[in-house]
């Protein structure tokens, strides 16, 4: 056994117990002993913590096997009025595929408009929009530097409010300028929304794969997530969406008061605006769980813009009003986190297996939960890259949790807290 070799102020700590002998052999043991104990308790604390963390995961996947898929009545005729909010900036290169694949759906032209906010775009993005406003009479596009100047901390919030201040549809549909949709996805929350008679509606995501492994990786980390949305939403466990397909009456979220309280939050426009709705609406938000209603969106290009997409998701931790997901975000932290101190601890000491094992039982977990999810999202193919992205997962979940809720990040060539 190789002997951890410890630096202040543990060292220190250290000497005032081998401090009684002078003998080398006794402090060396003495070391030994420190280390292995240190060792050992930060094992059983994550075997502990992958337990927990392990049912948790096999009850999500529970509810997400008890999903069945939404059946749309097919003689019911198209009534909902959508007005679709799309924020953009800096979205010259996506932003024309984002338009066209809405404007490709087989829904009435006259019951849906779609409202661009150009967010202080320094490229060609409003000059895009504008030439296809010229064939599409139910494109607008308003420009949120007419209306709002700098300093804001929260630009797209700010943007969705002044969109549907605008609006003359129903309800509300969210999703981002570098989004693709199928041609069904209208009237699918058109059918689901007469269905059900609910006020919100969260919808499927999925990143596409491009081929680089920082794309496969984000493709099975966002997979993971969607899967746990899906199942949480739909047992009615959890307040999970992601605004990049996301639905809501337009009454309602004046009923809430709009983004008020959470409008100087940086992210969040669509957990925490779900939060507020399952507060004044129980029993009246739903998941349109259907492979047509899937919004393809692409993943972030290198790892520093990965990186601080990330921190700005978990910089909104701390403000979730459903107490149930900050708890399940806390326990996947720390059994992130004492994965990697178990894995620092043993790599010193040159005993790694403990922590293989728990890396196995994690990986197996997982993969039992994301088969049945990665079926739905047909990206069953991307799972036999997942074993060798635990790693990756696990720092970059210490690292960018850590940040979130501590440190500064960059978005849009914009420094944000």
């Known amino acids: 056994m190789i002997a951890f070799k410890m630096k202040d102020p543990l060292q220190n700590w250290l000497g005032l117990i081998v401090s009684s002998t002078d003998s080398p052999a006794l402090n060396r043991f003495a070391e030994l002993a420190v280390s292995l104990f240190m060792h050992q308790t930060v094992f059983y604390i994550s075997l502990g913590l992958l337990l927990a963390y392990g049912l948790l995961i096999l009850l999500y996947r529970r509810w997400f096997l008890m999903l069945e898929p939404f059946e749309p009545n097919q003689e019911k005729e198209p009534v909902t009025r959508f007005s679709i909010v799309i924020p953009a900036r800096d ?47 139910q494109l607008k596009l308003i420009n949120l530097a ?36 199928s041609e069904n996805w209208l009237s699918l929350f058109d059918a689901y929304i007469q269905e059900t008679g609910v006020v919100f509606v969260a919808a499927p995501v999925q990143f596409e794969h491009t081929g680089s492994f920082i794309s496969v990786f984000q493709v099975l980390d966002f997979m993971s997530l969607q899967g746990i949305t899906a199942a949480a939403v739909g047992a009615g466990a959890h307040s999970m969406c992601n605004g990049a397909n996301l639905a809501y009456q337009k009454k309602a979220f004046y009923e809430v008061g709009q983004f008020a309280g959470i409008d100087q939050i940086a992210s969040g426009d669509d957990m925490l605006l779900m939060q507020k709705m399952r507060k004044a609406f129980s029993g009246k938000l739903g998941f349109l769980f259907h492979q047509s209603a899937i919004v393809s969106t692409l993943p972030m290009p290198n790892w520093k813009q990965f990186i601080n997409q990330r921190i700005r998701w978990a910089s909104k931790g701390t403000h979730y009003q459903d107490k149930s997901i900050f708890w399940v975000l806390l326990l996947v932290y720390l059994v992130n986190l004492s994965l990697l101190v178990l894995f620092i601890l043993a790599f010193f000491q040159g ?31 991307q799972l036999i890259y997942f074993p060798i992205m635990q790693p990756v997962h696990i720092c970059y979940t210490v690292i960018a949790g850590w940040l979130g809720k501590f440190g500064n990040y960059q978005w849009k060539g914009r420094n944000t807290k």
């Open 351 to 381: 005993t790694l297996e403990q922590f293989f094992y728990l890396l196995l039982f994690k990986t197996g977990v997982e993969l039992f939960f994301l088969y049945p999810v990665s079926r739905f999202f047909g990206q069953t193919a």
């Open 91 to 137: 979205e010259q290169a996506n932003i024309g595929a984002c338009l066209a694949s809405i404007l490709k759906n087989q829904y009435p032209a006259h019951l849906y408009e779609i409202i661009v906010v150009n967010d202080h775009s320094t490229d060609g993005t409003e000059a895009k929009v504008s030439a296809l406003q010229q064939e599409h009479p």
């Open 146 to 181: 007419d209306h709002v100047g700098a300093g804001l901390n929260a630009y797209k919030k700010k943007a969705i409010e002044l969109a549907i201040s605008q609006t003359t549809g129903d309800w509300i549909i969210t999703t981002d300028a570098d989004c693709v949709v």
